[in-house]
């Protein structure tokens, strides 16, 4: 399936986002932890230039504790500092802002030694969905942003000042023009990045079913009770599916439209266990952030 969405918004926020960079004395990069290469932007290079950026591995809680420990391992030994978050756990973030701290040491040391109080600015990117306003809500532990489980919830570059110490930009979630790598635009799909008006649900759920066939068609048994083995035909997994939950329509046919939405609510939701759409052997070759 082809998908595409890249609205003039977020080419207007890309270009404002490559200004207001220039306020800021560190990136944090957003990524949603089930997709960690599929969420790298490659327009965020050249807005990210040389400032310090800590690469987080958003929604740690949807993700198995093993494959988050090789991600970040992975990005460590390419040189990004990276840390785990779940953002919906009150005062989660401390730890990033410690790490901050560290990363912008020298600078905080210089502020102090020449008596100015200069709050830090931090930038806060990363694709629709990934997380961003839900982890600066939580820095600031009251509602500050809007968050929503859908992509363009934020559509402004807004600024929410945290005590006097740092103040923190949340940007729109970007995408960027062209998706190279089908993959990569379904794993966004999948994770909600990409608008669900601009996709045909039918399509991506039977996408989604293939792409679990490699390694998580368990999941797909263990929640939908499944008789077809894992070498069945897609569509006849999308029928049992859609029959053991009773999704029909009248005259008894099949509702698809029913199924695939609660097959990707559930992936989405967690409710299909905790699975990961990217692969670390299948990237390593093509991977380059900044
Ligand atoms: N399970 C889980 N959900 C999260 C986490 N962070 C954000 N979310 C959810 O993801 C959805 C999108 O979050 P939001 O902050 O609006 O994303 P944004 O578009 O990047 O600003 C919301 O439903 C959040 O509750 C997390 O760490 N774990
Ligand atoms: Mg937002």
Request: hydrophobic share 40%.
């Amino acid at each position: 399936m082809v998908i595409q969405w890249y609205p003039g918004h977020m080419d207007k926020a890309l270009r404002e986002m490559q200004n207001l960079v220039k306020l800021v004395d560190a990136i944090i990069y957003v990524l949603d932890a089930r997709a960690p290469f599929s969420c790298l932007n490659p327009k965020y290079k050249e807005i990210i230039g040389n400032k310090p950026a800590i690469l987080v591995l958003n929604k740690a809680d949807l993700v198995q504790d093993i494959d988050l420990k090789n991600w970040e391992k992975f990005f460590n030994e390419n040189g990004y500092e990276t840390i785990c978050l779940n953002s919906t756990i009150t005062n989660a973030t401390k730890s990033l802002i410690s790490k901050t701290d560290l990363l912008l040491k020298d600078k905080i040391e210089k502020y102090k030694s020449k008596g100015i109080h200069i709050p830090i600015r931090m930038m806060v990117i990363g694709v629709p969905n990934c997380g961003k306003s839900t982890l600066i809500n939580n820095v600031c532990s009251n509602k500050k942003t809007v968050t929503g489980d859908k992509a363009g919830v934020t559509r402004s570059n807004q600024w929410v000042k945290i005590g006097g110490d740092y103040e923190l930009l949340d940007t729109p979630g970007t995408l960027w023009p062209s998706f190279k790598d089908d993959k990569v635009a379904r794993n966004l799909a999948y994770i909600g990045s990409i608008k669900d008006e601009v996709i045909d649900i039918n399509e991506l759920a039977f996408a989604f079913i293939n792409d679990l066939k490699n390694n998580y068609y368990s999941n797909l048994v263990d929640r939908y009770d499944l008789k077809c083995d894992v070498n069945c035909e897609t569509i006849d997994i999308f029928d049992e599916i859609c029959v053991n939950r009773n999704f029909k329509l009248k005259g008894n046919e099949i509702d698809y439209n029913r199924g695939a939405k609660a097959i990707i609510d559930d992936f989405r939701k967690g409710r299909l266990g905790k699975i990961i759409l990217d692969n670390i052997a299948e990237v390593k070759n093509v991977f380059k952030i900044f």
